[in-house]
């Protein structure tokens, strides 16, 4: 279940602590690929950042143009890279030399050209990963670009997900200035996603207006005008959705509640399989509280949604709510467990409508030959 509300002022707090004036915002919908999500993104000025083919699909289901849309993924193939160029997506960052002498050999002079920018390796700022083009490359990569007619227009940082240390970023800009400025016809900026939210409710959150005033300062004292992209995926949207179970099952083992409900692990990214920390709140009428595990409704050894949780007693069919499950929640759930994935509904002020049907079994035989 999503709110509304809570989505449009996180949305709007974030959009309005980044006071650059040229700052574009793409959501990235890695997190959350729902359609009627995009479309509130898109009625409060956002693009989409895309980190996959299927995420541009969805973008344009949504309505976004090709020009609001930003692509910064990894290892596409022929086709895939022939699709991203047919569809006329704004902002390609690439993440090796390889994937940039893919486009130079396929892109062609009917292609409208796009802003071309590398993804940034460099571990002191990225940390040791996979993605991305070392400065050291650089020489080489402005030689490819320009072999196919193309320019390298820009740079793509990202920090790693889930970063609630504001300073993090904000000792990243200098030095990632500096690289930038190694591209003769450096234009933009793209600093990513990354940016964390507390799920530990009581722990420091990442702050978007300190943030977002550093930024903005460095970037107006540039002699050159650069235009900024953000791109946040989880800090937009996590505090939006609870996941709401029903209670099928209870008992006791010792002083601990064991409680059954009607989903499972399969549908959120949670604590035993990813990592992670989810708040749980349940009712009763009595404040007592006890250490209790929140199991879902399979025997896998792993299908916990809490674990020792403080909850009051409950019984069967009271309603529990995990919280902040609007990133990376329903977009990691899968069929793993074969429980058809629950539905989605949007909450908009006291009404609510359907986003995502309930799935039934037969589900599970899509696409299935036999
Ligand atoms: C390039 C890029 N940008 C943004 C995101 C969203 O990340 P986050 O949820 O950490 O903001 C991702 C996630 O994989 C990503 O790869």
């Known amino acids: 279940m999503y709110r509304l509300d809570r989505l449009s002022d996180t949305i709007s707090h974030i959009t309005s602590s980044i006071p650059y004036p040229d700052t574009q915002f793409q959501f990235a919908s890695v997190t959350n690929g729902n359609v009627a999500l995009l479309q509130i993104f898109k009625n409060q000025g956002w693009g989409i950042h895309a980190n996959t083919p299927g995420d541009i699909y969805l973008a344009l289901a949504a309505g976004f143009t090709p020009d609001r849309i930003v692509y910064s993924g990894s290892n596409l193939d022929r086709d895939e890279m022939r699709q991203v160029l047919a569809w006329g997506i704004h902002t390609i960052n ?23 920018g590398l993804r940034l390796n460099f571990p002191a700022l990225t940390g040791e990963s996979r993605i991305g083009v070392h400065p050291d490359q650089f020489g080489q990569a402005i030689e490819i670009a320009r072999q196919a007619g193309l320019t390298l227009d820009g740079i793509h940082f990202y920090r790693g997900t889930g970063t609630n240390a504001t300073q993090a970023f904000t000792d990243a800009i200098d030095p990632i200035l500096s690289i930038a400025s190694q591209l003769p016809d450096w234009s933009y900026l793209d ?97 007592e509280l006890f250490t209790t595990d929140v199991c879902g409704n399979t025997t896998y050894s792993r299908d916990y949604l809490g674990r020792n949780c403080q909850l009051p007693r409950l019984k069967i069919d009271d309603i529990i709510s995990i919280l902040d499950v609007g990133a990376y929640g329903y ?26 049907g309930r799935e039934d079994y037969s589900i599970l035989l899509t696409g299935q030959i036999f």
Do not use: C
């Not at 690439?94 to 071309?116: N, R, V």
């Open 331 to 356: 977009a990691m759930s899968s069929h793993f467990l074969h429980r058809p994935r629950p539905a989605e509904a949007l909450l908009d002020n006291s009404h609510h409508r359907l986003i995502r």
């Open 94 to 116: 690439l993440d090796s030399l390889s994937q940039l002498e893919l486009l130079g050999d396929i892109y062609s002079a009917e292609d409208a050209k796009p802003l071309l």
């Open 191 to 287: 600093f990513g996603g990354g940016f964390g939210y507390p799920y530990h409710h009581d722990k420091a959150a990442f702050d978007w207006v300190e943030f977002g005033q550093i930024l903005s300062e460095k970037l107006s004292k540039l002699d050159q005008k650069i235009q900024l992209t953000i791109e946040p995926g989880r800090a937009a949207i996590a505090e939006s959705a609870v996941l709401l179970a029903r209670v099928v099952s209870t008992k006791w083992q010792g002083q601990k509640q064991i409680i059954g409900v009607d989903t499972t692990v399969a549908n959120l990214s949670v604590p035993s399989v990813h990592g992670g920390y989810r708040e749980i709140v349940g009712w009763n009428n009595s404040d």
